[in-house]
C-alpha cells in the first residue's frame, strides 16, 4: 500500500518569516515541520510505503505513485487543502482529509474527501488502515474521546527533510486547563493536559540527536498545563542532555503563570530554553476578566516578562485587540506594553472568532459575527467579529498603525535595549555552528541593515552589545526577526491602499511593454478590479524571448509597487522558450504568494512549477 501524506502550503503571513529565510538563514525554507504527518506515518502498518510532501520547502507530485493521497490543514490552509484533494481526487486517487481543521469542522469535508479523518489519530487511523486494506474504508473517522498519549508512537522524523526546518517540532502533552473565550484548542484537546512518558520523550529525543537536530520546538498547547508534570520533564531534558553531551536549544509555548515559579524557570533555563511563545492577548485586566484569561492576572505582567528575561528566556509574544472593553485607546496602552518590555516578535492579532469556541456562540447570539471568509489567520488587519467599544474601521486602522509605528528602525533598537537590559546572558545560541554564525551576521548586515540607510545602521549600531558579546546573537536574532515582520507588514499590512492611479501607471507600463504581442492577440491583459486587484495574463499564441524579457519587469513593479497579485494562465508556449517563461518564473518568485500560474496538464508535465514558491491553480479557466 502506497500513501502519499501532503502538507499544503501556508499562504504567507507574519509566521512564515520570509525575508529571514530567503536572505538570511542558510538552506531554510520554512519555520516547523509538520509533526502531524510524521506521527501519522508511524501509525500506519509497517508494511506501507509513506512519503511525506511539504509543500512550503518542496513542489508536490503531480503524478504520484499512491493509493491513498492525505491532505492534512490548518484553518489558514482551507483553501489549499481543498484545491488538493479536488486534484488528487479527480485523478482516481482515494483521498483522506485531516488535519485540525477537519478535526474542528469534520463537516466542511465532507464533499471534498473520500474519508475525513477528524480528531487525534492514534486510534482512528489505525482503524481506517485495517479498514482500507478490508476493501471497507468509512467516510469519517471521529475521535470524540481523548487519546492516551502514552499510545503515540514516535514520529517518522525520518521521513522529513529536517534541514530546511528552522526548528523541528515535537510534543509532550496536549490540552490546557485553563478557559480562554477564543480558543479552539481546548475545544479539541480539553482542559484536562494528557502527557507522553519521559521515556517516550527520550525515544524522541534519541531519534532527533541521531538525525543531528539541535533546534527543537516543543508545539504543546501549554507546556506547564500539569505544573508537577512539566516540571519533571525539565529536569529529564536537562540529565538528558548532560548524559548524552548533547547541547539541544528548545522553545515552547507556555502560559504567563510560569513567571510565579521561580524553580520551574530555574528549570527552564538549565534545560536550555532559549524562548519561549506566551499569549499576553491584553494588558488591561478588563479585557483579560472579559476573556477568561485570569491567569495572566497574577501580577503586573511587565514584572512577569522581565522576571522571565532574568533567567535568560526570551519572550515572544501574541496579543489581541478587539476585546469588548477594548477602545482606540488600547493601541497606546499595547504599544507602550510592548516596547517597554522590548518584545521583538509581537504577534498582534485583531480578536476573531473561530468555530465552535465559546467566542464564537457568544458573538452569534450576539450578532456580532461578519461572513468574512476565511477568518483564519488572525494577524492581517480584518477580523469577523464585530467590535463593541470601537468602529471596525477604527480597528483596522488602529492595527495598521500600530504595526507602522512599531517597525520602524528606532523603535526596533529600543525594544532590543529595553530587553537586553533585563534579559541575563542566554543559554540560546541558536543551531549554527561559529561559522555559519558569522555568514547570517554578515548577510544581515549586508542585505538588512546596510539597505535601510544611514538611519538604521545608526540605530542598528546602538544595540550592539559592546560590553557583553554573548548578547551578540540575541541582537541578531532581533533584528532578523524584526526586519522580516517589517518586510511583510510593508507588502501585506502597512502598505497603503493601492492608489487607482498608481495601479493603472503599473499595468499601462506592463501593456507598452508587449503591446506588440497584445494586438497581435498573442497575449491577453485584463485588470480585475477585486478588494485586491489582480492582472490575469493570458499567453496564447506565438511568443519570443524578448517578449518575456520585456514582460518582467513591469510584472515584477507592479508586484513591489502594488498589493495587486498577477494570474498567469499559459493556455500555449512553445517548447524553445521554455527556458525564457522559467526566467520570467525567477524574477517573480519573490512574490510568489501573489502570483497565480495556470497551466494545462499537458505544459505541467512539461514545464516543472515549483508549487512551494506560486500558487499552482489547478482549474482550467481563470475568469
Ligand atoms: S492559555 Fe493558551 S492554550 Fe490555554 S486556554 Fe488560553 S489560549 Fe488556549
Known amino acids: 500500500m502506497r500513501l502519499l501524506l501532503i502538507n499544503p502550503r501556508f499562504p504567507e503571513s507574519f509566521w512564515s518569516s520570509k525575508w529571514a529565510l530567503a536572505e538570511v538563514l542558510p538552506n531554510k525554507r520554512t519555520t516547523n515541520p509538520p509533526l502531524g504527518l510524521a506521527t501519522l506515518a508511524a501509525l ?68 471534498h474527501a473520500d474519508t475525513v479523518a477528524a480528531g487525534e489519530c492514534e486510534y482512528i487511523w489505525k482503524e481506517f488502515c485495517r479498514d482500507f486494506e478490508h476493501g471497507s474504508p468509512k467516510p469519517l473517522y471521529h475521535e470524540t474521546g481523548m487519546v492516551d498519549l502514552t499510545d503515540s508512537p514516535t514520529p517518522r522524523f525520518d521521513l522529513l527533510e529536517l534541514e530546511r526546518y528552522s526548528y523541528v517540532s515535537l510534543q509532550f502533552s496536549r490540552g490546557c486547563p485553563f478557559r480562554c473565550e477564543f480558543c479552539d484548542i481546548i475545544v479539541m484537546f480539553g482542559r484536562k493536559p494528557r502527557v507522553k512518558s519521559l521515556e517516550q520523550v527520550g525515544r524522541e529525543l534519541d531519534e532527533l540527536r541521531r538525525l543531528k537536530v539541535h533546534s527543537a520546538f516543543f508545539v504543546d498547547d501549554n507546556l506547564i498545563g500539569n505544573l508537577p508534570v512539566a516540571k519533571k520533564l525539565l529536569a529529564f531534558l536537562k540529565e538528558y542532555q548532560d548524559k548524552h553531551s548533547y547541547k539541544f536549544n528548545f522553545g515552547t509555548e507556555a502560559s504567563l503563570n510560569m513567571a510565579q515559579h521561580k524553580d520551574l524557570l530555574q528549570l527552564f533555563r538549565e534545560a536550555h530554553f532559549g524562548w519561549v511563545f506566551i499569549g499576553i492577548e491584553s494588558t488591561d485586566p478588563a479585557s483579560l476578566r472579559e476573556t477568561r484569561k485570569t491567569q495572566n492576572l497574577h501580577e503586573d505582567i511587565l514584572t512577569s516578562v522581565r522576571r522571565i528575561y532574568s533567567y535568560g528566556i526570551d519572550v515572544m509574544a501574541g496579543f489581541i485587540i478587539g476585546f469588548d472593553h477594548d477602545t482606540t485607546e488600547t493601541f497606546e496602552q499595547q504599544y507602550r506594553f510592548i516596547t517597554e518590555a522590548g518584545i521583538m516578535v509581537p504577534m498582534i492579532g485583531l480578536l476573531t472568532a473561530l468555530p465552535k469556541t465559546p467566542l464564537y456562540d457568544r458573538l452569534r447570539r450576539e450578532g456580532r459575527l461578519t461572513t468574512l471568509e476565511d477568518a483564519h489567520d488572525n494577524t492581517r488587519p480584518g477580523t469577523n467579529v464585530i467590535p463593541m467599544s470601537m468602529p471596525y474601521e477604527a480597528m483596522v ?48 548586515v549586508l542585505r538588512g541593515i546596510i539597505p535601510g540607510g544611514p538611519r538604521r545602521i545608526w540605530h542598528f549600531l546602538r544595540t550592539l552589545p559592546w560590553l557583553e558579546p554573548s548578547q551578540l546573537p540575541t541582537v541578531a536574532a532581533d533584528w532578523i526577526g524584526a526586519l522580516s515582520m517589517k518586510e511583510f507588514a510593508d507588502r501585506r499590512v502597512t502598505v497603503e491602499p493601492t492608489e487607482q492611479g498608481s495601479l493603472e501607471r503599473r499595468v499601462n507600463s506592463v501593456r507598452s511593454a508587449i503591446d506588440r504581442y497584445v494586438a497581435a492577440g498573442n497575449v491577453t491583459l485584463k485588470l480585475r478590479r477585486t478588494s485586491a486587484p489582480d492582472l490575469a495574463v493570458c499567453l496564447k499564441g506565438k511568443l519570443d524571448g524578448p517578449f518575456f524579457k520585456r514582460a518582467a519587469p513591469g510584472l515584477e513593479r507592479l508586484l513591489k509597487d502594488t498589493r495587486a497579485s498577477v494570474t498567469l494562465r499559459v493556455d500555449a508556449l512553445q517548447t524553445q522558450q521554455f527556458d525564457h517563461f522559467q526566467g520570467l518564473l525567477r524574477r517573480l518568485a519573490r512574490y510568489g504568494d501573489r502570483v497565480h500560474i495556470v497551466v494545462d496538464e499537458r505544459l505541467r508535465a512539461l514545464v516543472p512549477i515549483d508549487s512551494s514558491v506560486f500558487n499552482l491553480v489547478f482549474a482550467r479557466r481563470v475568469d
Not at 512599531?406 to 532590543?416: W, Y
Open 44 to 111: 500506519c502498518p509497517p508494511h506501507w510505503e509513506v512519503q511525506i510532501v511539504d509543500e512550503n520547502i518542496e513542489p508536490i507530485p503531480l503524478e504520484p505513485q499512491a493509493d491513498i493521497v492525505g491532505v492534512c490543514g490548518m484553518g489558514v490552509q482551507f483553501s489549499r487543502q481543498q484545491e488538493l484533494l479536488a486534484y488528487y481526487r479527480s485523478r482516481g486517487h482515494y483521498v483522506v482529509a485531516g488535519g485540525s481543521y477537519a478535526s474542528l469542522c469534520p463537516e466542511q469535508y465532507t464533499s
Open 397 to 444: 486602522d488602529g492595527y495598521i498603525a500600530l504595526y507602522k509605528r512599531l517597525l520602524t528602525d528606532r523603535e526596533i533598537a529600543r525594544r532590543i535595549r529595553n530587553k537586553l537590559r533585563f534579559l541575563s546572558a542566554p543559554t540560546y545560541r541558536g543551531g549554527y555552528s561559529t561559522r555559519q554564525g558569522l555568514g547570517i551576521f554578515w548577510r544581515l
